[in-house]
């Protein structure tokens, strides 16, 4: 049996998206990466090209005018040149412990199911707290988005987080969750973190999508507040292990100086 994992980038680097680490993390699982690259023009495409043989990337240009529904045909342009028995589709800030490597391949090898799904930890500003309410502010907290390589699979969903056979409805119950997923979309540089809320969802997660998007350098002098008060309330310290990419580069996966984790250990003892 073998497994595809396919994502998506564009100017990751500049955006803050982890993508060298979890590209590098997924070689070990996977039998082959693919990657649909989007012409970026901040050394994403350079940064990752020749990173590993099992990591394969193509490029074209996107269309990031037309709202969100762009995301469904770059993502599954990416499915469509998978040759695994079993696809997972991935963003480039979402992690898959080392740890359900192999139980997650033994579950795809026993299973009479098309389609499994995953758990989310939503880590927020660094690796040692996360986001305990993601549904308050639609964060994703379960996703479908590992299936058999079939050529009925659509993406579905706001921003094509998951995905479905056509025609079919399939409701994401625990009894389907193969693993758990670590998400670090809210672990950036809080200028970025700020303008992909704002030009993509609004300013929180709840927020309507904006009409004018707005400049890069406005949210470099007014970045998001790591302690801003709706989200404190839901922030908890994790205390469960960290996977092998954090354990190895743990600055990049801290963007808030750690302030978080000692604010939430010196208030909530």
Known sequence: MKISVYTFVRNGIRLDYHVVDMLRHHVAFADEIIVHEGMSTDGTYEAIRDLHPKIQVFRSNW????????????????????????????????????????????????????????????FYGNYRVYNAF??????????????????????????????????????????????????????????????????????????????????SWIFDLLPHNWKDPDFLPFLKIYEGEVCRAVRENPDEFTRDGMQLYRYLAATRT
Not at 116 to 122: A, E, Y
């Open 134 to 215: 993601p549904e308050k502010f639609r964060m994703p907290f379960l996703k479908m988005n590992i299936h058999r390589n079939l050529p009925d699979i659509e993406m579905h969903g706001g921003d094509a987080s998951s995905v479905r056979q056509a025609g079919r409805e399939f409701v994401l119950t625990e009894a389907d969750v193969a693993c758990t997923l670590h998400h670090f979309g809210a672990v950036r540089r809080a200028a970025r973190l700020r303008e992909q809320w704002r030009n993509m969802r609004g300013r929180l997660y709840n927020a309507p999508e904006p009409k004018l998007r707005m400049p």
């Open 63 to 122: 269309d990031t005018n037309a709202g969100l529904s762009w995301v469904n045909r770059f993502k599954d342009e990416a499915r469509r040149r998978c040759r695994g028995d079993w696809c997972v589709l991935l963003d480039a800030d979402e992690f898959i412990p080392e740890w359900e490597f192999e139980p997650l391949r033994a579950r795809m090898m026993r299973t009479d199911q098309n389609l499994l799904g995953m758990s989310l930890i939503n």
